[in-house]
């Protein structure tokens, strides 16, 4: 599994954009990149995945260029309840290992008022 | 939107005593898992389950755990002989394709 590496912590400002970003210089061809957000106490909760180029839903974009040796997580104007641990991981695309998470410790996310 | 539900939100046991977890993962998905995370540290893995068997295990799912689907909508986890160290957020979750989703987890008291 490919190791990832993203920054211990990080502060923003309510109604700011905040870009996250994960180094996984040994990706695979088949692996895949997720983003998941961990409230205390509570379970991740899947935020984005891709593959390649850019992937934007409702919550976030994901930004990943052509080498994939990188990934970055963009979350426009976040506010106080953004205020969270934020995980990068990369995994097998389906058909390949059955898909058990490796997480990291996370970038742990304060949203200051 | 389905949702992993996970039952019950707090339980406190004294060590030594049984306890199982009990997960209902989203209807339709193949893949079950069960991770834990210690107060401070990172969340672990701890076993998969697919196809009414175990897929992987980590080396913490030693033989004091076991998990079972009994049924066509629960997923649960089994640990025989609690230790204090086994006090922990347990988190089910389940897969169709390449997401994994959570549930808001099991506190674990053990005294």
């Known amino acids: 599994l490919a190791k990832t590496t993203q920054p211990i912590s990080m502060d923003s400002y309510e109604g700011q954009e905040v870009n996250i970003t994960c180094s996984h210089n040994?990706?695979?061809?088949?692996?895949?990149i997720t983003w998941y957000q961990q409230f205390p106490s509570q379970g991740p909760r899947f935020i984005i995945q891709?593959?390649?180029t850019k992937v934007t839903n409702e919550v976030a974009s994901l930004f990943i260029p052509a080498d994939r040796k990188s990934s970055t997580l963009s979350l426009p104007r976040v506010s106080l309840s953004d205020t969270a641990v934020y995980y990068c991981l990369v995994g097998k695309l389906i058909g390949g290992s059955q898909g058990n998470l490796i997480f990291g410790k996370g970038t742990k996310l304060s949203v200051k008022p | 939107e389905p949702e992993v539900t996970q039952t019950p939100s707090h339980q406190v046991t004294q060590m030594g005593q049984e306890v199982i977890l009990r997960c209902v993962p989203i209807s339709n998905h193949l893949y079950f898992y069960w991770y834990r995370q210690i107060l401070g540290q990172k969340v672990e893995f701890l076993v998969s389950?697919?196809?009414?068997?175990?897929?992987?295990k980590s080396e913490i799912f030693d033989d004091q755990f076991s998990v079972e689907r009994p049924d066509g909508s629960n997923f649960t986890l089994k640990i025989r002989s609690t230790k204090l160290e086994d006090s922990a957020m347990y988190f089910c979750?389940?897969?169709?394709?390449?997401?994994?989703?959570f549930g808001p987890g099991t506190r674990l008291t053990v005294l």
């Open positions: 389950f697919y196809n009414n068997e175990i897929s992987e």
């Open positions: 979750a389940s897969r169709l394709m390449d997401t994994q989703y």
């Open positions: 891709g593959y390649k």
């Open positions: 040994n990706i695979a061809t088949n692996d895949y």
